[in-house]
């Protein structure tokens, strides 16, 4: 029988790098910011690689007390930038040796029940994307560390939060919008109780009230396509001047907006003018194409992952709000000539 060739080890590592073993420790555990060179962090990984020399993770994990897992907790599991979000998370967490369970909070909304029979046996920490802090008592039960994303920086008990500049996204749309000519908008809002919501509101509102001659209503659905559409249409229809702009909460409402133009005969952007939020695929799938709001999703889940792996060093976590950006395509143009006040 042949016998087969021996396991390197870190001891080899550390020979083939011109190390120390404590060295190699170091790098190869994400301890070496700060201690060593990254010229030497970079022989250390060379070495270990051209030896396909792979760490002991259980008996690591074992020593440090760690499972190496994070939790990620979102409202569903069935928008888009969320599933995003888990991308940015999961390239951070496989760089350092981390896995990512992603859970969603039973449907949508409210408390966040624990997964696992002991989230403390199970978790090294938790991130949640979206939701209030109240809602993720039952896990953090477990005395977990807790990096919020897309949400209310005035709430207590997170160790560190990644925030989107939604206010400031909002804003662009509607002075967008202001900018076209539009005078009679409908904010069709999220029925869905949640901080970022609220932003949106007020964002919206607030930019409105700097123009005299500007109207805004307000109609609320659910996040789905046939709720938005009905909402629309009774906004579409409704007593007094039509509406010469729908300004959507997310990109899901906005394609049910769409829809109820089109029912009623009108065009998207001739007759109405509608707005999206987030950036989803379904933008660029409607036709026109949805003026909407891009999120750098996968970037406020690798903020999130990188935040939450600096609690976990010990080091402290840096709290950061991410721009956004509009983007301008065919579901928005100037208000045609009976549409203007």
Avoid at 154 to 173: E, T
Avoid at 210 to 234: F, M, W, Y
Avoid at 283 to 296: G, H, K, Q
């Amino acid at each position: 029988m042949t016998a087969q060739p021996a396991r390197p080890t870190s001891r080899d590592v550390a020979r083939a790098a011109g190390v120390s073993q404590a060295t190699v420790s170091l790098v190869l555990g994400d301890k070496w910011p700060g201690r060593v060179s990254e010229r030497t962090a970079g022989l250390v990984r060379e070495a270990a690689l051209s030896l396909g020399y792979r760490p002991n993770l259980a008996a690591r994990n074992l020593r440090l007390g760690r499972t190496r897992t994070a939790l990620l907790v979102v409202p569903a599991l069935t928008n888009e930038f969320f599933a995003r979000v888990y991308t940015g998370a999961a390239e951070v967490a496989a760089e350092h040796g981390f896995g990512v369970v992603l859970y969603p909070s039973p449907a949508g909304i409210g408390p966040a029940t624990d997964p696992f029979a002991s989230a403390r046996a199970a978790l090294d920490g938790v991130i949640a994307s979206s939701m209030a802090t109240d809602a993720l008592d039952a896990i953090r039960g477990a005395d977990l560390p807790l990096v919020m994303l897309d949400s209310d920086p005035a709430a207590p008990g997170a160790a560190a939060r990644v925030n989107l500049d939604i206010a400031d996204g909002m804003r662009q749309v509607t002075e967008h919008l202001l900018d076209l000519g539009h005078r009679r908008l409908v904010h069709l809002a999220s029925a869905v109780p949640s901080w970022t919501f609220d932003v949106r509101a007020g964002a919206l509102a607030a930019a409105v009230r700097g123009v005299p001659d500007a109207i805004l209503r307000t109609v609320s659905a659910p996040l789905e396509v046939d709720a938005g559409r009905a909402a629309a249409e009774h906004a579409l229809t409704g007593p007094g001047p039509r509406p010469t702009a729908l300004v959507c909460d997310g990109d899901i409402l906005a394609a049910g907006a769409c829809k109820a133009v089109r029912r009623l005969g009108l065009r998207v952007p001739e007759d109405v003018s509608v707005t999206g939020y987030d950036d989803l695929a379904l933008a660029r799938a409607v036709e026109p194409e949805l003026t909407t709001v891009r999120l750098p999703a996968e970037q406020v889940g690798e903020r999130g992952m990188t935040a939450l792996l600096a609690v976990l060093d010990g080091r402290e976590p840096e709290d950061s709000e991410l721009p956004v950006s509009l983007v301008v395509r065919g579901s928005t143009a100037p208000p045609s000539a009976a549409g203007r006040p």
